[in-house]
């Protein structure tokens, strides 16, 4: 479910930590937190502790079967779409582009919250997020990947 003032947050969360054009970045006093907010459902993001400068944001409302998936593109993205990898699991998914900030596009897909990706991920695996041949990294979390997969599972 796609909320307009959530993605807006998103995309200015995410351009905090983006660089022009982005690179892989993984700062070592970022780290998973897991929230859930009124009326925009569960949310696992990826960044500075208590900053809006944010790498990945997943998604969903509870229950729904399904995530999704945020993230910031180059200007120049000519390829809407993302892959997910995670202890040897990887798939490509279809994203669609909305407003970032700036010239910086954000992409968001959809993914099946069963999805053996996102299984992988909950099991304590690290999650590899790629866009535009740019791939980053970021450690696992079992106990909030865990939690939030099985929140989000129908």
Same mark, same amino acid.
């Given at each position: 479910? &796609?909320? *307009? !003032?959530?993605?807006? +947050?998103?995309?200015? #969360?995410?351009?905090?930590?983006?660089?022009? *054009?982005?690179?892989?970045?993984?700062?070592?006093?970022?780290?998973?937190?897991?929230?859930?907010? %009124?009326?925009?459902?569960?949310?696992?993001?990826?960044?500075?502790?208590?900053? %809006?400068?944010?790498?990945?944001?997943?998604?969903?409302? =509870?229950?729904?079967?399904?995530?999704?998936?945020?993230?910031?593109?180059?200007?120049?993205?000519? +390829? *809407?779409?993302? $892959?997910?990898?995670?202890?040897?699991?990887?798939?490509? !998914?279809?994203?669609?582009?909305?407003?970032?900030?700036? %010239?910086?596009? +954000?992409?968001?897909?959809?993914?099946?919250?069963?999805?053996?990706?996102?299984?992988? !991920?909950?099991?304590?695996?690290?999650? $590899?997020?790629?866009?535009?041949?740019?791939?980053?990294?970021?450690?696992? %979390? #079992? =106990?909030?990947? &865990?939690? !939030?997969?099985?929140?989000?599972?129908?």
């Amino acid at each position: 479910m &796609r909320h *307009p !003032f959530a993605l807006g +947050l998103i995309a200015a #969360a995410l351009a905090g930590c983006a660089q022009h *054009p982005p690179q892989p970045y993984v700062a070592s006093d970022m780290g998973w937190s897991l929230n859930t907010v %009124d009326g925009e459902g569960l949310k696992l993001a990826y960044g500075e502790p208590q900053s %809006d400068r944010v790498l990945v944001m997943l998604t969903c409302e =509870p229950g729904s079967g399904q995530v999704r998936v945020a993230t910031l593109a180059a200007a120049d993205n000519t +390829l *809407p779409g993302l $892959a997910l990898s995670s202890r040897g699991r990887s798939a490509r !998914f279809a994203a669609e582009r909305a407003p970032g900030l700036g %010239d910086m596009p +954000l992409l968001e897909a959809s993914v099946r919250a069963a999805d053996p990706v996102l299984g992988q !991920f909950a099991r304590g695996g690290d999650l $590899a997020v790629e866009v535009d041949g740019r791939r980053s990294a970021l450690p696992g %979390d #079992a =106990p909030r990947a &865990r939690a !939030f997969v099985a929140a989000c599972r129908a």
